[in-house]
């Protein structure tokens, strides 16, 4: 009898491991059922495939993570972004209507977050981030003012990274504003990613040429610069830019109509598209490790990126092209800098006090019982 319910218990905890052991959680995810995956070169050359596959990555796809995504607003109805969306601003017109009239929004917006394995389209690299569309560009172009309040109102209502695929010559009036208000997102912890320019020269665009914004330039599939890439020693990150296959605007827009793109989905270059890869990389990094610092989250991509063209930093390309699993799977790089300069403050100011007092101390114990009148004045 005993014999009996020993071999029923074994059986069942046989029964109950197994069905342990094929739990959702315990297996290995196999590449998404996205059907338009494989023209999406960018997402393979990021090694997201691997970041999405892997037992050790694949739980952090941005949960929690808001990206403000200041453009030409975004397509709320888009079967492979509806998800993915939350309340923004059109700072172009002064009301909550979003609605994207160009097509660049949405396209930059599915390369970061668009829906994962819903058997539609492509596969965002952060599907589980949310997207907060800030409306600062109309087709008339965008004011610097309204990118001021985009990046103000991104900063107080919760958005850990501020992706900008766009740019432009600053006038002095301008650059002393945005540059302050960039510089409070930061100090904030919000991340700021910028696309380096297309006009394929040195030339500083801003606001990727400010030093708290994480700049990215564009390479392509074979990991060459774009030919229309800028460059300079302001660029932060290379990332891909040249046939980037995302979405478009389900309803005719002006990149359609006027540029005969296709709705739904289409291919565009520029580092625009470069811009939001980085960014995307940066929520999966976040959504592991919540409170890293903009400095951490740059530097722990820094640490973790392939090096492309010269050895080490170089201006075409930056830190190099960084890597969705690298990223997650490296530690984090803590702020060595900010830490260092504080602690070797502290020593050198401890050692001056005592070296002082040690000094005092000295003097005064050498100092004879009968010059006692002279030793109360040796402190000075
Ligand atoms: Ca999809
Ligand atoms: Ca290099």
């Known amino acids: ?133 800030l409306k600062v560009i109309s087709e008339r172009g965008g004011s610097w003012l309204d990118l001021d309040g985009a990046i103000r109102y991104a900063t107080a209502n919760g958005a850990k990274i501020i992706s900008m695929s766009l740019g432009g010559k600053m006038s002095p009036a301008f650059t002393l504003s945005t540059s302050l208000t960039i510089k409070t997102a930061y100090y904030n912890n919000v991340t700021i990613i910028a696309a380096a320019g297309n006009e394929g020269t040195s030339s500083k665009l801003y606001p990727a040429a400010y030093s708290n914004v994480i700049s990215v330039s564009a390479i392509d599939k074979e990991h060459n610069k774009a030919e229309f890439s800028n460059y300079g020693r302001h660029i932060t990150f290379s990332a891909p830019g040249v046939n ?54 740059k530097d722990t991509m820094i640490a973790q990126a392939f090096d492309l063209g010269g050895y080490g930093f170089d201006p075409y390309f930056g830190h190099g092209l960084p890597n969705a699993y690298k990223a997650i799977t490296g530690m984090p790089i803590p702020e060595f800098e900010a830490f260092d300069i504080s602690i070797f403050a502290t020593i050198v100011v401890l050692i001056i006090l005592f070296s002082t007092r040690a000094r005092i101390v000295k003097k005064v114990s050498y100092s004879p019982i009968i010059h006692t009148c002279k030793t109360r004045f040796m402190p000075i």
């Open 244 to 297: 980037i296959y995302s979405t478009m605007p389900t309803y005719p827009v002006f990149l359609t109509t006027e540029y005969n793109y296709s709705q739904n989905y289409d291919y565009l270059n520029g580092t625009s598209m470069a811009c939001p890869f980085v960014t995307g990389i940066a929520a999966l990094l976040l959504s592991k490790y919540p409170d890293l610092t903009p400095e951490m989250v």
């Open 1 to 133: 009898m005993r014999h009996l319910i020993l071999k029923i218990i074994l059986v069942i905890l046989v029964l109950a491991f197994s069905a342990f052991s094929n739990a959702e959680g315990f297996k290995t995810p196999s590449l998404p059922n996205d059907p338009d995956l494989p023209k999406q070169w960018g997402w393979f050359a990021i090694e997201a495939d691997k970041s999405y596959t892997s037992k050790y990555t694949s739980s952090y796809r941005g949960e929690g993570i808001v990206i403000a995504v200041l453009d030409t607003g975004i397509d709320h109805n888009h079967p492979d972004l509806k998800d993915n969306i939350i309340k923004g601003w059109n700072f172009v017109d002064g009301n909550d209507n979003t609605t994207d009239l160009d097509g660049h929004g949405t396209h930059v917006s599915g390369i970061i977050a668009a829906t994962v394995n819903n058997g539609i389209g492509i596969a965002g690299i952060a599907p589980k981030a949310k997207i907060m569309p």
